[in-house]
């Protein structure tokens, strides 16, 4: 019913068989909990138009999860601030995450999408701070990470994008001072980096078993680099 304005932790937990949930047109419908619909196996769509905060593992494990709706769009609602951690993990046949052009959104927490193996393109706006832990880690298909106000990130957490497969490429903020452990491990497509000036430290593998990774360009040269931060084939170029 539209009365209802928030579903409750593990309301719908581990049902297996829900295909499919409508909520009405004028729902004032604002928060979904902690563990909603986790572990919904069968679960195809939802439309959620006026969340604008979802809880930890609401997601995860929605493994038949394609489409999430918010009204007549695929954009991700704009009055959403923060992804929590878990929420989309294991959603392996969802395949797009597109947010609004006022998105507020600020935080992704970690695994947010841990192993979203269909995941193919992000879209990220709003003025997001941080990039939580392994928050994208073993999206094997993810080929396009499109962050629009890429320079307020401050932090991206280890791991945050390791075995993300057929990355090609990717943007680093100007403002964050480390590149954490594993953070693009496993990136087996990626070919070219450049890392900004403010960079104060490379860690452990945080580019390791990258083959086509040739040449990594750093912009500063006053940087603490792990001596396995690269593999041996990586020129790293100062």
Request: with cysteine; glycine share 6%.
């Amino acid at each position: 019913p539209s009365s209802v304005i928030r579903i409750e932790d593990h309301a719908f937990h581990n049902c297996i068989n829900l295909r499919n949930i409508k909520i009405a047109e004028n729902s004032r419908l604002s928060k979904i909990g902690n563990y909603a619909f986790a572990g919904c196996t069968s679960l195809e769509e939802i439309n959620i138009a006026s969340v604008t905060e979802i809880g930890s593992f609401a997601f995860a494990r929605c493994c038949s999860l394609k489409t999430l709706r918010f009204g007549n769009t695929h954009y991700f609602s704009s009055g959403i601030e923060k992804l929590s951690r878990y929420v989309f993990a294991g959603c392996k046949k969802l395949s797009s995450v597109e947010f609004e052009n006022n998105s507020l959104l600020e935080v992704i927490e970690d695994k947010a999408f841990y192993g979203c193996n269909s995941l193919k393109k992000i879209l990220i706006t709003g003025r997001v701070k941080k990039v939580g832990k392994f928050a994208f880690a073993y999206c094997s298909e993810l080929e396009t990470v499109a962050i629009l106000n890429i320079d307020t990130i401050e932090n991206i957490g280890k791991g945050a994008f390791m075995h993300c497969k057929k990355l090609p490429y990717f943007q680093f903020p100007s403002s964050i001072r480390r590149i954490r452990p594993r953070t693009f491990y496993g990136c087996l497509r990626l070919k070219s980096i450049k890392i900004p000036k403010k960079i104060l430290s490379i860690n452990y593998q945080a580019f390791g078993n990258c083959p086509m990774l040739k040449i990594a360009v750093i912009l500063y040269g006053d940087v603490m680099i792990s001596a396995k931060a690269f593999d041996k084939h990586t020129k790293v170029q100062i």
